[in-house]
């Protein structure tokens, strides 16, 4: 009994290793190194392309329930991202190098798993397959992709972040605090008085961007460019990626600071294990990367600082899943093909390793002569199930884990005044749901 997984990123990992923990053989195809996809720097499995950050690990947001559910359905990348955190307060920061070799290590020395480092360019015909191929999928299975299921794909552009060395940065002006002061002050800040904030507009606002391909770029609001933030108002960022709100600096502040200190702040989270590395949060760039020096230069604090990775853009391909998949993840002509990760639509780490997670877990049921699993959109992951095979979409685009996806309780309305009293609560179902399911049909 074998199964192709196509993919070596988050989804395809999670979902090779679940199906090979429980006795099944796996050929895992991944292009890498051969082929590049323009936006990984390596060859290792689970690469994180973008942020080290999953997000937030409190129950009580969107993220971290997806996480826990994650945790509760047996997720071997979510563990191991636990486990190679680094502080970044109630974030979940990972040191991406350490992740990455920790999971490639796993595969490469699994007894069920042979890797084979190759370009697939068309889907299994006759062996059960989950396509995992993320959104850099390759130009020739996207074709072959259109053919099989008649749908076209759609295209929207992703951006990364530049990250610097932190001993670059000046620490006579930039400062360690978290917002609010709430758990340990794990973020660099770089302050701006309103001069510097206005000089810093002038320079992004006329700053020459990177020729994009043909095709009109359509961008994810969860990971918008941040001239293209910008270009929507003078005072977007501020509200933004540079919001000044609950920053202080304790060596300059004084009585009468209670929410401003600063007219803007620029923050860096840590990227690697050993601190050494930092990246702009919110700073995805498509900008030249002579721009970008210019740009990272006048931020104070970072005059001199070295830029280990300047920030790109590359296109991002997802599938049509209302017409494609079920809510079992499967193709709906054909059950034992499966897809996961951003290839469906899903936007986030914690997303990909999920749905893969799903797919393994239906994927070994197919094989066993059971019926597939479909979540109730009580949880959170079936809620992202739910919204990417919903057919009344108007323009189906990629989805976040949010509140607005869930489903809530009848006469049940979230409000400004106790949302996070009523978040908790839907968290509180989401997680009985989950356990129930998992004590239930799987564990």
């Not at 979940?92 to 290590?105: E, Q």
């Not at 900008?287 to 230069?297: D, F, P």
């Not at 992951?381 to 009848?410: C, M, R």
């Not at 009985?432 to 049909?441: A, C, H, L, S, V």
Request: include cysteine.
């Amino acid at each position: 009994m074998s199964v192709i997984v196509a993919g070596g990123g988050l989804a395809g990992s999670e979902a090779a290793l679940y199906l090979a923990d429980r006795g099944i053989e796996v050929l895992l195809y991944e292009m890498r190194p051969d082929k590049s996809t323009g936006a990984h720097t390596g060859s290792d499995f689970a690469e994180f392309v973008c942020s080290n950050s999953l997000g937030s690990t409190g129950t009580s947001s969107a993220s971290g329930l997806l996480k826990e559910e994650a945790l509760l359905f047996g997720s071997t990348l979510m563990k191991t991202a636990f486990d190679t955190r680094v502080p970044s307060g109630n974030s979940l920061s990972i040191d991406r190098h350490g992740f990455s070799a920790k999971i490639t290590d796993l595969i490469n020395n699994h007894p069920n798993i042979k890797v084979v480092r190759e370009e697939i360019v068309k889907i299994p015909q006759n062996t059960p397959a989950i396509i995992a191929t993320g959104p850099l999928t390759s130009d020739t299975l996207c074709n072959d992709i259109k053919s099989l299921t008649g749908e076209e794909n759609f295209h929207f552009y992703d951006a990364i972040a530049p990250i610097v060395k932190k001993e670059s940065v000046n620490f006579e002006k930039a400062f360690y605090a978290s917002r609010w002061n709430k758990g340990e002050a794990d973020f660099i800040n770089c302050p701006l008085n309103k001069e510097e904030y206005e000089n810093f507009y002038s320079i992004i606002s006329t700053a020459q961007r990177a020729e994009l391909k043909s095709f009109e770029a359509k961008y994810f609001e969860g990971c918008m460019p941040v001239e293209v933030l910008a270009s929507r108002g003078k005072d977007t960022l501020r509200f933004g990626p540079m919001k000044p709100v609950g920053l202080f600096d304790e060596r300059t502040r004084k009585p009468e600071h209670k929410n401003y200190q600063f007219y803007a702040v620029v923050q860096l989270r840590q990227d690697d294990k050993e601190a050494d590395l930092y990246n702009l949060v919110g700073f995805q760039t498509n900008l030249k990367w002579g721009e970008q020096k210019r740009l990272i230069n006048a931020i104070p604090g970072l005059e001199e600082a070295q830029i280990v990775r300047y920030g790109v853009m590359h296109a991002n391909t997802f599938i049509n899943s209302p017409k494609i998949l079920n809510k079992t993840l499967q193709v709906k002509n054909r059950p034992d093909l499966f897809f996961a990760g951003q290839i469906t639509g899903v936007e986030g780490y914690s997303e990909s390793i999920t749905t893969g997670l799903f797919a393994a877990i239906n994927m070994y049921r197919l094989l066993k002569g059971e019926k597939p699993i479909e979540l109730k959109p009580v949880c959170m992951l079936g809620a992202l199930i739910d919204y990417i095979t919903f057919e009344g979409h108007k323009s189906f685009q990629p989805v976040n884990s949010n509140w607005g996806i869930i489903q809530k309780p009848e006469n049940f309305k979230i409000s400004k005044k106790n949302k996070e009293e009523k978040s908790a609560v839907l968290s509180d179902i989401a997680l009985e749901y989950t356990k129930e399911i998992r004590n239930g049909y799987f564990c």
